[in-house]
T-cell receptor, first 115, second 113 residues
Framework: GAGVSQSPSNKVTEKGKDVELRCDPI?????LYWYRQSLGQGLEFLIY????????KSGLPSDRFSAERTGGSVSTLTIQRTQQEDSAVYLC?????????????FGPGTRLTVL | DQQVKQNSPSLSVQEGRISILNCDYT??????FLWYKKYPAEGPTFLIS?????DKNEDGRFTVFLNKSAKHLSLHIVPSQPGDSAVYFC????????????FGKGTHLIIQP
């Protein structure tokens, strides 16, 4: 069966440009999560969606980051005016329902490089 | 401030022996702990978990031990196999997962033949 997919797999952009990262969760999964992994660091939680709603956006690193989810499926993470410190692997995960006990299935990630 | 710490960036173990990966945490609100395994260019995959009401959970070759008083957990892999070579992440959650998972930096396990 299809797992979580993310696109693009790699993105190289210039400082100051906007980028949009896409996540396709597993069909039927109502919860969706975004994480990022900077070089040499663990995964850092950014935001989660229950359905189309993101109850808490405080994990987003700055107001240049935004995320949306439509139709309870695809989600996009947008970074405006990218900076070099935004370079990281951005990972998306989905789970059948929201909550600690629901296994999160991860996508392969999008490697973002800001020059 | 890192709330989940994996102090060994790498660990080398001979095939067939026991691998022990360690993890420490500081947030006493964590009530659910997980181990994820990650191969290069792939997302992490869930391995095993444990609730704070337990001190041990076993699944085949994998056992996770939780010592709440020491805020420490460990993953035991017995016997270690070449396919176990990967990066292992310890993760924890609180508040029913409302803050997502908090991950450690990972330990690169290398199984030597």
């Amino acid at each position: 069966g299809a797992g979580v997919s993310q696109s693009p797999s790699n993105k190289v952009t210039e400082k100051g440009k906007d980028v949009e990262l896409r996540c396709d969760p597993i069909s039927g999964h109502t919860a969706l999560y975004w994480y990022r992994q900077s070089l040499g660091q663990g995964l850092e939680f950014l935001i989660y969606f229950q359905g189309n709603s993101a109850p808490d956006k405080s994990g987003l690193p700055s107001d240049r980051f935004s995320a949306e989810r439509t139709g309870g499926s695809v989600s996009t993470l947008t970074i405006q005016r990218t900076q070099q410190e935004d370079s990281a692997v951005y990972l998306c995960a989905s789970s059948l329902a929201f909550g600690s006990y629901n296994e999160q299935f991860f996508g392969p990630g999008t490697r973002l490089t800001v020059l | 401030d890192q709330q989940v710490k994996q102090n060994s960036p790498s660990l080398s173990v001979q095939e067939g022996r026991i691998s022990i990966l360690n993890c420490d945490y500081t947030n006493s609100m964590f009530d659910y702990f997980l181990w994820y395994k990650k191969y290069p260019a792939e997302g992490p995959t869930f391995l095993i978990s444990i609730s704070s009401i337990k001190d041990k959970n076993e699944d085949g070759r994998f056992t996770v031990f939780l010592n709440k008083s020491a805020k420490h957990l460990s993953l035991h892999i017995v016997p270690s196999q070449p396919g176990d070579s990967a990066v292992y992440f310890c993760a924890a959650s609180a508040r029913g997962g409302a803050d997502g998972l908090t991950f450690g930096k990972g330990t690169h396990l290398i199984i030597q033949p």
